[in-house]
Protein backbone atom coordinates (compact mmCIF):
# COMPACT_ATOMS: atom_id res chain seq x y z
CA UNK A 1 0.00 0.00 0.00
CA UNK A 2 1.04 3.61 -0.64
CA UNK A 3 3.06 5.05 2.78
CA UNK A 4 1.34 7.94 4.26
CA UNK A 5 3.53 10.68 5.38
CA UNK A 6 3.41 13.93 7.30
CA UNK A 7 4.78 17.18 5.79
CA UNK A 8 3.53 18.47 8.61
CA UNK A 9 1.28 19.41 11.79
CA UNK A 10 1.10 23.17 13.09
CA UNK A 11 -1.67 24.31 16.09
CA UNK A 12 -3.09 27.71 17.33
CA UNK A 13 -2.07 28.39 20.81
CA UNK A 14 -4.33 27.27 23.56
CA UNK A 15 -6.66 29.59 25.13
CA UNK A 16 -8.71 29.50 28.46
CA UNK A 17 -11.89 27.95 27.25
CA UNK A 18 -14.19 30.88 29.09
CA UNK A 19 -15.69 33.75 28.55
CA UNK A 20 -12.30 36.52 28.57
CA UNK A 21 -10.26 33.86 27.35
CA UNK A 22 -7.28 34.56 24.96
CA UNK A 23 -9.31 33.30 22.02
CA UNK A 24 -12.52 33.97 22.98
CA UNK A 25 -12.93 36.68 20.83
CA UNK A 26 -12.25 34.60 17.58
CA UNK A 27 -15.07 32.55 16.24
CA UNK A 28 -14.16 28.60 15.70
CA UNK A 29 -14.22 28.82 12.20
CA UNK A 30 -12.17 31.69 11.69
CA UNK A 31 -10.03 29.70 14.42
CA UNK A 32 -9.66 26.73 11.94
CA UNK A 33 -9.96 28.55 9.02
CA UNK A 34 -6.31 30.69 9.91
CA UNK A 35 -4.77 28.13 10.89
CA UNK A 36 -5.75 25.74 7.22
CA UNK A 37 -4.42 28.88 5.24
CA UNK A 38 -1.09 28.95 7.06
CA UNK A 39 -0.87 25.37 6.30
CA UNK A 40 -1.46 25.56 2.62
CA UNK A 41 0.67 28.86 2.96
CA UNK A 42 4.14 27.80 4.24
CA UNK A 43 4.36 24.75 2.07
CA UNK A 44 3.23 26.93 -1.14
CA UNK A 45 0.65 24.33 -1.84
CA UNK A 46 -1.67 24.90 -4.32
CA UNK A 47 -5.05 24.49 -1.93
CA UNK A 48 -6.89 22.73 -4.82
CA UNK A 49 -4.59 20.11 -4.99
CA UNK A 50 -6.10 18.87 -1.61
CA UNK A 51 -8.87 15.69 -1.77
CA UNK A 52 -10.18 16.14 1.13
CA UNK A 53 -10.35 18.25 4.96
CA UNK A 54 -11.01 15.81 7.84
CA UNK A 55 -12.16 17.87 10.78
CA UNK A 56 -12.73 16.76 14.67
CA UNK A 57 -15.12 18.48 16.45
CA UNK A 58 -17.36 17.50 19.53
CA UNK A 59 -19.43 19.80 20.52
CA UNK A 60 -21.47 20.27 16.82
CA UNK A 61 -23.72 23.00 17.72
CA UNK A 62 -24.50 26.52 17.65
CA UNK A 63 -20.81 28.12 15.62
CA UNK A 64 -19.78 24.43 15.79
CA UNK A 65 -22.75 23.13 14.05
CA UNK A 66 -23.55 22.21 10.39
CA UNK A 67 -20.22 20.88 9.18
CA UNK A 68 -17.81 23.06 10.63
CA UNK A 69 -15.00 21.28 8.20
CA UNK A 70 -16.68 22.97 5.39
CA UNK A 71 -17.20 26.40 6.71
CA UNK A 72 -13.59 26.64 7.48
CA UNK A 73 -12.82 25.22 4.14
CA UNK A 74 -14.55 27.78 2.31
CA UNK A 75 -13.70 30.63 5.24
CA UNK A 76 -9.93 29.98 4.37
CA UNK A 77 -10.32 30.67 0.62
CA UNK A 78 -10.38 27.19 -0.59
CA UNK A 79 -11.31 26.44 -4.11
CA UNK A 80 -14.97 25.55 -3.28
CA UNK A 81 -14.48 21.69 -5.01
CA UNK A 82 -12.03 20.93 -2.38
CA UNK A 83 -14.72 18.57 0.14
CA UNK A 84 -14.63 18.75 3.66
CA UNK A 85 -16.42 16.74 6.46
CA UNK A 86 -16.65 16.61 10.28
CA UNK A 87 -16.46 13.67 13.02
CA UNK A 88 -17.10 12.97 16.54
CA UNK A 89 -14.80 10.32 18.20
CA UNK A 90 -15.03 12.62 21.54
CA UNK A 91 -11.45 13.50 22.50
CA UNK A 92 -9.76 11.70 20.07
CA UNK A 93 -11.64 13.35 16.95
CA UNK A 94 -8.80 14.76 15.39
CA UNK A 95 -6.47 11.62 15.78
CA UNK A 96 -9.06 9.72 14.19
CA UNK A 97 -9.14 12.49 11.59
CA UNK A 98 -5.66 12.09 11.12
CA UNK A 99 -5.76 8.47 10.83
CA UNK A 100 -8.87 7.82 8.39
CA UNK A 101 -6.85 10.59 5.98
CA UNK A 102 -3.96 8.19 6.00
CA UNK A 103 -6.27 4.83 5.57
CA UNK A 104 -7.51 7.27 2.75
CA UNK A 105 -3.79 7.98 1.31
CA UNK A 106 -2.59 4.29 2.09
CA UNK A 107 -6.16 2.68 0.15
CA UNK A 108 -5.03 5.41 -2.81
CA UNK A 109 -8.22 7.01 -2.17
CA UNK A 110 -6.30 10.51 -1.90
CA UNK A 111 -3.33 11.96 -2.76
CA UNK A 112 -3.22 14.73 -0.35
CA UNK A 113 -5.56 15.72 2.85
CA UNK A 114 -5.54 17.91 5.84
CA UNK A 115 -6.33 15.81 8.92
CA UNK A 116 -7.49 19.01 11.39
CA UNK A 117 -9.62 19.43 14.60
CA UNK A 118 -10.83 22.68 16.44
CA UNK A 119 -13.07 23.06 19.92
CA UNK A 120 -13.89 26.50 20.83
CA UNK A 121 -15.28 25.62 24.56
CA UNK A 122 -15.55 29.29 25.45
CA UNK A 123 -18.45 29.48 22.50
CA UNK A 124 -19.59 26.34 22.38
CA UNK A 125 -19.71 25.05 26.00
CA UNK A 126 -19.02 21.46 26.19
CA UNK A 127 -22.47 19.58 26.24
CA UNK A 128 -24.49 22.47 24.88
CA UNK A 129 -25.02 20.31 21.80
CA UNK A 130 -27.58 18.12 24.54
CA UNK A 131 -30.04 20.40 25.56
CA UNK A 132 -32.67 18.59 27.15
CA UNK A 133 -32.16 15.10 26.41
CA UNK A 134 -30.31 12.94 28.69
CA UNK A 135 -28.31 10.75 26.01
CA UNK A 136 -28.30 7.89 29.04
CA UNK A 137 -32.14 7.64 29.40
CA UNK A 138 -33.89 5.17 26.41
CA UNK A 139 -31.47 2.45 25.15
CA UNK A 140 -28.82 2.78 27.22
CA UNK A 141 -30.51 2.51 29.83
CA UNK A 142 -31.29 -1.02 29.46
CA UNK A 143 -28.19 -2.31 29.45
CA UNK A 144 -26.65 0.43 31.92
CA UNK A 145 -29.38 1.00 34.47
CA UNK A 146 -27.69 2.77 37.04
CA UNK A 147 -26.69 5.08 34.52
CA UNK A 148 -23.81 6.32 32.62
CA UNK A 149 -21.65 9.04 34.86
CA UNK A 150 -19.50 11.70 33.63
CA UNK A 151 -15.71 11.24 32.98
CA UNK A 152 -14.73 13.30 35.96
CA UNK A 153 -16.61 10.63 38.42
CA UNK A 154 -14.93 7.96 35.56
CA UNK A 155 -10.97 9.65 36.72
CA UNK A 156 -12.35 9.14 40.08
CA UNK A 157 -13.18 5.67 40.14
CA UNK A 158 -9.68 4.55 38.62
CA UNK A 159 -7.62 6.30 41.21
CA UNK A 160 -9.83 4.33 43.80
CA UNK A 161 -9.89 1.68 42.20
CA UNK A 162 -5.52 1.76 41.28
CA UNK A 163 -4.86 3.91 44.45
CA UNK A 164 -3.45 6.73 43.18
CA UNK A 165 -3.82 9.25 45.72
CA UNK A 166 -4.40 13.30 45.81
CA UNK A 167 -0.16 14.03 46.63
CA UNK A 168 0.74 11.51 43.51
CA UNK A 169 -1.86 13.00 41.46
CA UNK A 170 -0.68 16.61 42.12
CA UNK A 171 2.36 16.09 41.51
CA UNK A 172 1.90 14.70 38.49
CA UNK A 173 0.40 17.66 37.59
CA UNK A 174 2.65 19.86 38.18
CA UNK A 175 5.45 18.00 36.40
CA UNK A 176 3.01 18.32 33.29
CA UNK A 177 3.15 22.51 33.99
CA UNK A 178 7.06 22.04 35.34
CA UNK A 179 7.50 20.52 31.45
CA UNK A 180 5.54 22.13 29.29
CA UNK A 181 7.28 25.55 30.29
CA UNK A 182 10.55 23.97 30.35
CA UNK A 183 9.54 23.40 26.57
CA UNK A 184 8.33 26.18 25.85
CA UNK A 185 11.36 27.82 24.59
CA UNK A 186 12.77 25.39 22.62
CA UNK A 187 9.89 22.89 21.61
CA UNK A 188 6.95 24.30 21.01
CA UNK A 189 7.22 27.59 19.35
CA UNK A 190 8.15 25.94 15.33
CA UNK A 191 4.40 24.09 15.61
CA UNK A 192 2.38 27.46 17.06
CA UNK A 193 0.55 29.40 14.67
CA UNK A 194 -0.20 33.11 16.27
CA UNK A 195 -3.60 33.93 16.29
CA UNK A 196 -4.63 37.91 16.02
CA UNK A 197 -7.66 38.66 17.95
CA UNK A 198 -9.27 41.78 20.02
CA UNK A 199 -9.39 42.07 23.93
CA UNK A 200 -11.84 43.01 26.10
CA UNK A 201 -10.81 46.53 25.67
CA UNK A 202 -10.58 46.19 22.25
CA UNK A 203 -7.08 46.14 21.09
CA UNK A 204 -6.00 43.96 18.26
CA UNK A 205 -3.70 41.35 20.06
CA UNK A 206 -1.52 38.51 18.67
CA UNK A 207 -1.25 35.29 21.07
CA UNK A 208 1.55 33.68 20.48
CA UNK A 209 1.43 31.53 23.74
CA UNK A 210 -0.74 28.85 25.59
CA UNK A 211 -2.30 30.81 27.69
CA UNK A 212 -3.01 27.21 29.88
CA UNK A 213 0.28 27.16 30.71
CA UNK A 214 0.90 27.53 34.64
CA UNK A 215 5.35 27.93 35.19
CA UNK A 216 4.70 28.30 38.97
CA UNK A 217 2.30 25.43 39.60
CA UNK A 218 3.51 23.08 42.75
CA UNK A 219 1.97 20.17 44.17
CA UNK A 220 1.79 22.26 47.07
CA UNK A 221 -0.59 24.72 45.46
CA UNK A 222 -2.44 21.91 43.64
CA UNK A 223 -2.85 20.62 47.53
CA UNK A 224 -5.52 23.37 48.56
CA UNK A 225 -7.83 23.08 45.90
CA UNK A 226 -11.27 21.34 46.56
CA UNK A 227 -12.45 18.10 44.66
CA UNK A 228 -14.65 19.11 41.62
CA UNK A 229 -16.94 16.45 41.39
CA UNK A 230 -18.01 15.28 44.32
CA UNK A 231 -21.53 14.94 45.41
CA UNK A 232 -23.95 13.24 47.76
CA UNK A 233 -25.31 10.97 45.42
CA UNK A 234 -22.01 9.94 43.79
CA UNK A 235 -20.81 9.27 47.01
CA UNK A 236 -23.17 7.08 47.96
CA UNK A 237 -23.10 5.05 44.77
CA UNK A 238 -19.44 4.80 44.93
CA UNK A 239 -18.39 4.79 48.66
CA UNK A 240 -15.09 3.61 47.46
CA UNK A 241 -14.30 7.10 45.99
CA UNK A 242 -12.28 9.06 48.49
CA UNK A 243 -12.82 12.72 45.93
CA UNK A 244 -9.34 13.76 45.10
CA UNK A 245 -9.96 15.02 41.14
CA UNK A 246 -9.67 18.77 41.07
CA UNK A 247 -9.38 21.45 38.65
CA UNK A 248 -5.70 21.72 39.14
CA UNK A 249 -4.79 17.84 38.50
CA UNK A 250 -7.20 17.89 35.56
CA UNK A 251 -7.14 19.04 31.64
CA UNK A 252 -8.51 22.98 31.36
CA UNK A 253 -11.56 24.27 28.90
CA UNK A 254 -9.63 25.40 26.33
CA UNK A 255 -9.75 26.89 22.98
CA UNK A 256 -7.98 25.91 19.95
CA UNK A 257 -7.21 24.18 16.75
CA UNK A 258 -4.79 21.63 14.37
CA UNK A 259 -4.12 20.66 11.40
CA UNK A 260 -1.89 18.28 9.58
CA UNK A 261 -0.77 18.06 6.17
CA UNK A 262 -0.90 14.21 4.97
CA UNK A 263 0.35 12.90 1.45
CA UNK A 264 1.25 9.87 -0.27
CA UNK A 265 5.36 9.72 -0.33
CA UNK A 266 4.90 9.93 -3.72
CA UNK A 267 2.84 12.53 -4.01
CA UNK A 268 5.34 14.66 -1.52
CA UNK A 269 8.19 14.54 -3.87
CA UNK A 270 6.73 15.44 -7.05
CA UNK A 271 6.12 18.33 -4.96
CA UNK A 272 9.16 19.35 -3.61
CA UNK A 273 8.10 18.76 0.18
CA UNK A 274 10.42 16.82 2.54
CA UNK A 275 8.07 14.42 5.10
CA UNK A 276 8.44 15.31 8.65
CA UNK A 277 7.55 11.30 9.73
CA UNK A 278 5.69 8.35 8.35
CA UNK A 279 2.38 6.94 9.63
CA UNK A 280 3.53 3.49 11.11
CA UNK A 281 0.44 1.97 12.75
CA UNK A 282 -2.97 2.72 13.96
CA UNK A 283 -5.61 1.17 16.31
CA UNK A 284 -8.72 1.48 17.86
CA UNK A 285 -10.41 -0.01 20.87
CA UNK A 286 -13.44 -0.05 23.07
CA UNK A 287 -13.28 -0.18 27.07
CA UNK A 288 -15.54 0.09 30.23
CA UNK A 289 -18.15 3.06 29.40
CA UNK A 290 -18.26 3.43 33.13
CA UNK A 291 -15.07 3.52 33.83
CA UNK A 292 -14.64 4.84 30.39
CA UNK A 293 -10.83 6.50 30.74
CA UNK A 294 -8.99 2.67 30.27
CA UNK A 295 -9.15 2.74 26.85
CA UNK A 296 -5.80 4.05 26.22
CA UNK A 297 -4.50 0.52 27.82
CA UNK A 298 -6.35 -1.87 25.45
CA UNK A 299 -5.75 0.76 22.46
CA UNK A 300 -1.50 -0.09 22.99
CA UNK A 301 -1.72 -3.40 23.64
CA UNK A 302 -3.64 -3.79 20.49
CA UNK A 303 -1.12 -1.97 18.26
CA UNK A 304 1.79 -3.12 19.53
CA UNK A 305 0.73 -6.42 18.99
CA UNK A 306 0.03 -5.60 15.15
CA UNK A 307 2.80 -4.03 15.21
CA UNK A 308 5.47 -6.89 16.70
CA UNK A 309 6.79 -3.61 18.89
CA UNK A 310 7.81 -2.96 22.49
CA UNK A 311 7.63 0.22 24.18
CA UNK A 312 11.18 -0.07 24.81
CA UNK A 313 11.49 0.54 21.15
CA UNK A 314 9.31 3.90 21.44
CA UNK A 315 11.38 7.43 22.19
CA UNK A 316 8.37 9.14 23.19
CA UNK A 317 4.86 8.15 24.68
CA UNK A 318 2.14 11.11 24.39
CA UNK A 319 -0.92 9.98 26.44
CA UNK A 320 -3.58 12.42 26.64
CA UNK A 321 -4.10 13.82 30.11
CA UNK A 322 -8.10 14.28 30.42
CA UNK A 323 -7.37 13.94 34.29
CA UNK A 324 -3.79 12.81 36.14
CA UNK A 325 -4.78 9.17 36.81
CA UNK A 326 -4.71 8.33 33.02
CA UNK A 327 -1.18 8.81 32.27
CA UNK A 328 -0.60 7.36 36.03
CA UNK A 329 -2.26 4.29 35.46
CA UNK A 330 -1.08 3.71 31.64
CA UNK A 331 2.33 4.40 32.81
CA UNK A 332 1.96 1.87 35.65
CA UNK A 333 0.33 -0.77 33.48
CA UNK A 334 3.31 -1.08 31.24
CA UNK A 335 6.03 0.07 33.79
CA UNK A 336 7.48 2.30 31.40
CA UNK A 337 10.05 5.15 31.36
CA UNK A 338 8.18 8.34 33.11
CA UNK A 339 10.79 10.85 31.07
CA UNK A 340 9.26 9.61 27.74
CA UNK A 341 6.00 9.98 29.14
CA UNK A 342 4.27 13.56 27.99
CA UNK A 343 8.25 15.18 27.93
CA UNK A 344 6.93 18.13 27.22
CA UNK A 345 4.18 18.36 28.97
CA UNK A 346 0.50 17.08 28.32
CA UNK A 347 -3.46 18.68 28.75
CA UNK A 348 -3.24 19.40 32.14
CA UNK A 349 -0.52 22.50 31.12
CA UNK A 350 -1.53 22.50 27.55
CA UNK A 351 -5.04 22.25 27.65
CA UNK A 352 -7.62 20.19 25.83
CA UNK A 353 -9.42 21.21 23.18
CA UNK A 354 -11.57 18.61 22.57
CA UNK A 355 -11.68 18.55 19.08
CA UNK A 356 -8.23 19.70 18.34
CA UNK A 357 -6.20 17.59 20.83
CA UNK A 358 -5.34 14.49 18.85
CA UNK A 359 -3.73 17.37 16.36
CA UNK A 360 -2.01 18.87 19.17
CA UNK A 361 -0.73 15.94 20.92
CA UNK A 362 0.70 14.82 17.49
CA UNK A 363 2.47 18.58 17.07
CA UNK A 364 4.23 17.49 20.42
CA UNK A 365 5.25 14.23 20.01
CA UNK A 366 6.89 14.95 16.50
CA UNK A 367 8.64 18.41 17.52
CA UNK A 368 9.84 16.21 20.34
CA UNK A 369 11.29 13.42 18.46
CA UNK A 370 12.44 15.90 15.67
CA UNK A 371 14.83 17.52 19.06
CA UNK A 372 16.04 15.02 20.42
CA UNK A 373 16.51 12.58 17.76
CA UNK A 374 14.18 10.19 18.47
CA UNK A 375 13.00 7.57 15.69
CA UNK A 376 9.60 6.32 16.87
CA UNK A 377 6.09 8.24 18.95
CA UNK A 378 3.36 6.71 19.98
CA UNK A 379 -0.03 9.04 21.06
CA UNK A 380 -3.28 7.13 22.57
CA UNK A 381 -5.89 9.02 24.33
CA UNK A 382 -9.04 7.97 25.84
CA UNK A 383 -12.19 9.11 24.69
CA UNK A 384 -15.99 9.12 25.93
CA UNK A 385 -18.12 6.68 25.78
CA UNK A 386 -15.09 4.36 26.54
CA UNK A 387 -13.17 4.10 23.39
CA UNK A 388 -9.09 4.86 23.03
CA UNK A 389 -7.07 5.40 19.58
CA UNK A 390 -3.25 4.58 19.33
CA UNK A 391 -0.68 5.96 16.56
CA UNK A 392 2.51 5.31 16.15
CA UNK A 393 4.76 7.63 13.68
CA UNK A 394 8.34 7.47 12.15
CA UNK A 395 10.15 10.41 12.53
CA UNK A 396 12.10 11.10 8.94
Known sequence: MTTAVIVDVIRTPSGKGKPGGSLSGVHPATLLADLLAELVRKHDLDPALVDDVIAGCVTQ??????????????????????????????????????????????????????????????????????????????????????????????????????????EELDEYAARSHRRASEAAGRQQVDQIVPVRTVDGSG??????????????????????????????????????IEWSITAGNSSPLTDGASAALIMSEEKAAALGLTPRARFH?????????????????????????????????????????????????????????????????????????????????LASMLTYLEATGGRYGLQTMCEGGGMANATIIERL
Not at 96 to 114: E, K, L, R, S, W
Not at 127 to 132: E, H, I, K
Not at 315 to 321: H, K, L, P, R, S
Request: aromatic share 6%; with cysteine; net charge negative.
Open 61 to 166: SGEQAVNIARTAVLAAGFPESVPATTIDRQCGSSQQAAAFAAHGVAAGTYDIVIACGVESMSRAPMFSNVGDKDPNVGPLAKRFPEGLVSQGIGAELIAARWKFGR
Open 203 to 240: NEVLVSTDETVRPSTTAESLGGLRPVFQSEAMSQRFPE
Open 281 to 361: SFSVAGSDPLLMLTGPIPATEKILARTGMTLDQIDAYEVNEAFAPVPLLWQSHFDTDPERLNPAGGAIALGHPLGASGGRL
